[in-house]
């Protein structure tokens, strides 16, 4: 079983920061790609960013591009999301989430993912 952690949302203005992470427990953290997703209100749950399991690999939706930043920490069972320039539009609750498929890449599909986080509530007030 895992488990998945999320924390570091909060309240920011326009053109702020967070960094989000997001600890996993198990030891087989390493071996699996992750995932961030959000849903906003009224919304589907959307991709916002994936890390392969070595980190070398990462992905993002078109929104977040250049924006926000996936990393990861295999030591520490951690997977970090940075999100710099956020705008209004980013106000969601956010999840990590551990592909299913032991050493696979990158993916922006929420069928990939069977763990999922509690969520961390964002929000970007104008």
């Given at each position: ?44 749950r959307e991709f916002v ?42 106000t969601a609750v956010y ?32």
């Amino acid at each position: 079983q895992v488990q998945l952690v999320e924390s570091g949302g909060g309240l920011v203005q326009a053109g702020g920061s967070l960094r989000l992470s997001c600890a996993a427990s198990g030891r087989t953290f390493s071996n699996y790609a992750m995932g961030w997703f959000r849903q906003a209100p009224g919304k589907e749950r959307e991709f916002v960013a994936s890390i392969s399991w070595s980190g070398d690999s990462t992905y993002y939706a078109d929104s977040v591009q250049g924006r926000f930043t996936i990393s990861r920490d295999n030591a520490k069972a951690t997977v970090y999301l940075q999100m710099n320039t956020l705008e209004p539009e980013d106000t969601a609750v956010y999840y990590c989430a551990k592909h299913y498929s032991y050493k696979a890449g990158v993916s922006g599909r929420t069928r990939d993912y069977n763990y999922w986080g509690q969520g961390t509530q964002v929000t970007v007030s104008s």
